[in-house]
């Protein structure tokens, strides 16, 4: 089956907590509104998992089970919340001298993890503020809502700054979860100098005001004596002055010149990646600077210099097909697009971005291969409400009423709309063949917010349930199915 069907015990939290999220297009507004802007990008979502996958695996963690989300905030910080999850800003990505010092922080939130010091963010979870984080959090594991053309999307949730109170951890478990991560670094057979470089800086921050400093530094204590013991057991560690990985090094830097080339004005991206820098790095970053700066030609210069240097390399064919859509030469960005999916076919993202470009020629003929790679996509990534918004789009231009009941039902649920998804969850369960995969979700999706709605008082004048017919197909007041 093309869809699959999901076990109903993420609805039953969404009964009890109702997610609210709203997705944006610019990152700036998202910035300025005060939310909580999670980026999505194959490429950094790839080399960030890459970094963090083999300390999960070193804690005994299912790596499946720990989510990584990459939040676009030019302060350095990085947290465990709502389980799980990691957190970590765009600002330390940035401002990191080398992925040791990136996987060092990885490795001590991962000793939070380990060392189960989420429950003081439990207890808090009394006031608005802290619901509001918690939705932020579950909406970010819940909805994922990616924009497909950019490969990186916003989506708003909760309160950002005043919220981090609740995530502060006392100087006991900062230690332990440093003896924690260094052990994972032992293990993975990684120097634990980049943990002790970046909590010098942070040492230097407390130095500053509360409102100066980086809320790693406001929610992280640092001690002389913390630094201390960290310093005699990594100086004594037999890893101690081990370079990091040069396959992970590389990549790390291709992650901060996209990201610095995305989120940094284009003068301060040539500035820092100046034309006469010919790296790969500097013309990855030059490519994003230009595009932002409406100079097509020399993004597309540069990125086509990419692509002839690694004709192989997927991610420099989604850029060109990024750069090409959103300038609205979308029949030409299907071919890079179409390139970056053959060779990583088993990615999400680019799937959605290469089936957004088919959809948006407004051809017919390319419906049907939009809607595969849509398919594909949503069984790796079901939780992605743009998606779903597309596919419900190219289900209805084919004329399938019933898909497109079912997809925009799913894109309703993951996007707040609990009324909107409870009328075509509805509509779903009526026209589609039952006992279908499909068909048994739309019944979870009905089920859940109906019992929400309820649960807020809202049910009024709600559809019957399935189990509410009679063996007519006729609800209890006689009215035909559907009706």
């Avoid at 204590?221 to 057991?233: F, G, Y």
Wanted: hydrophobic content about 40%.
């Amino acid at each position: 089956m093309s869809f699959f069907h999901r076990p109903g015990g993420f609805y039953r939290i969404l009964s009890v907590l109702l997610v609210l999220s709203f997705v944006m297009s610019p990152m700036a507004h998202a910035q300025r509104r005060g939310g909580l802007a999670i980026l999505r990008d194959a490429e950094i979502e790839k080399y960030i998992r890459n970094m963090a996958e083999p300390l999960f695996v070193a804690a005994e963690l299912d790596p499946g089970s720990v989510r990584t989300y990459l939040i676009n905030d030019n302060t350095l910080n990085a947290f465990v919340a709502g389980g799980q999850n990691i957190f970590i800003h765009s600002g330390l990505l940035i401002a990191a001298e080398n992925s040791n010092q990136v996987i060092g922080v990885l490795a001590h939130e991962t000793g939070h993890i380990t060392g189960g010091h989420l429950t003081r963010f439990t207890d808090g979870l009394k006031g608005a503020t802290a619901m509001t984080l918690l939705g932020a959090i579950l909406g970010a594991a819940a909805i994922a809502a990616g924009s497909g053309d950019a490969g990186m999307a916003l989506m708003m949730g909760g309160q950002h700054l005043g919220t981090r109170t609740f995530l502060k951890y006392s100087r006991t478990q900062e230690s332990a979860a440093d003896q924690a991560g260094l052990t994972l670094l032992e293990k993975t057979e990684q120097s634990g100098e980049g943990l002790i470089d970046f909590l010098d800086h942070l040492g230097d921050q407390e130095l500053l005001s509360s409102y100066q400093q980086d809320p790693y530094a406001r929610t992280h204590p640092v001690s002389v004596e913390r630094v201390a013991r960290l310093r005699q057991r990594v100086t004594t560690s037999p890893y101690y002055g081990k370079a990091p990985d040069p396959t992970i090094e590389t990549e790390f830097k291709r992650l901060q010149a996209k990201l610095y080339g995305y989120l940094k004005p284009g003068y301060a991206t040539l500035n820092k990646y100046p034309p006469e820098d010919q790296s790969l790095y500097a013309r990855y970053a030059r490519t994003f600077a230009y595009h932002k700066m409406h100079q097509v030609e020399k993004a597309l210069q540069e990125v086509d210099a990419l692509i002839a240097s690694a004709p192989q390399d997927p991610y420099f064919y989604e850029t060109k097909g990024q750069i090409l859509f959103e300038n609205g030469r979308i029949e030409e960005a299907i071919p890079a697009y179409r390139m970056a999916v053959k060779n990583l076919p088993e990615e999400p993202l680019i799937r959605v971005a290469f089936a957004q470009a088919l959809i948006a020629t407004e051809n017919n003929d390319y419906l049907p291969e939009a809607i595969e790679s849509l398919e594909y996509a949503l069984s790796r990534d079901p939780n992605n409400a743009f998606a779903w918004h597309q596919a419900s789009v190219a289900y209805h231009r084919m004329g399938n009423d019933a898909m497109t009941r079912y997809a925009t039902a799913e894109r309703f649920l993951l996007s707040g709309n609990i009324r909107g998804a409870m009328v075509n969850a509805k509509h779903a369960v009526d026209l589609l063949p039952k006992n279908t995969p499909q068909w048994l979700r739309a019944q979870d999706i009905l089920f859940v917010t109906r019992a929400n709605l309820e649960a807020q008082g809202r049910g009024k004048d709600l559809p019957p349930l399935p189990d509410e017919k009679d063996g007519q197909g006729k609800d209890k007041a006689g009215k035909n199915r559907g009706n």
